[in-house]
Nanobody
Framework: QVQFVESGGALVQPGASLRLSCVAS????????IGWFRQVPGKEREGISC????????IYADSVKGRFTISRDNDKNTVYLDMKALEPEDTAQYFC?????????????????WGQGTQVTVSS
């Protein structure tokens, strides 16, 4: 049973960059379809990026495309989310999880084996 621990969230100013980390235990990240999701209070959790197993093909939500980059380090068994040009609208709790739907499309992302999340706040 894979488990995830996220870290890296912080309070930053608009335009700043941040790297989130998702350390996996119990399975190798190279063998998993892993997504980043985010949630603001009162709204549903949304998938924003996903990296599929093996080849590591990636997908992004339109709201983050060109600003966020998902990657993984197999040696560290970690998946990253590099975020740049952060906007107040990016403020949310960020989670990593398995994607039940194999990272095929952003709109079909459904997570399982959730981590505890890490808070990102973008404010001046």
């Amino acid at each position: 049973q894979v488990q995830f621990v996220e870290s890296g969230g912080a309070l930053v100013q608009p335009g700043a960059s941040l790297r989130l980390s998702c350390v996996a235990s119990g399975s190798n990240v190279n063998d998993l379809h892993i997504g980043w999701f985010r949630q603001v209070p009162g709204k549903e959790r949304e998938g924003i990026s996903c990296i599929d197993k093996g080849d590591g093909d990636t997908i992004y939500a339109d709201s983050v495309k060109g600003r966020f980059t998902i990657s993984r380090d197999n040696d560290k068994n970690t998946v990253y989310l590099d975020m740049k040009a952060l906007e107040p609208e990016d403020t949310a709790q960020y989670f990593c999880a398995l994607d039940r739907n194999f990272c095929l499309m952003i709109k079909t992302m459904v997570g399982k084996n959730w981590g505890q999340g890490t808070q990102v706040t973008v404010s001046s």
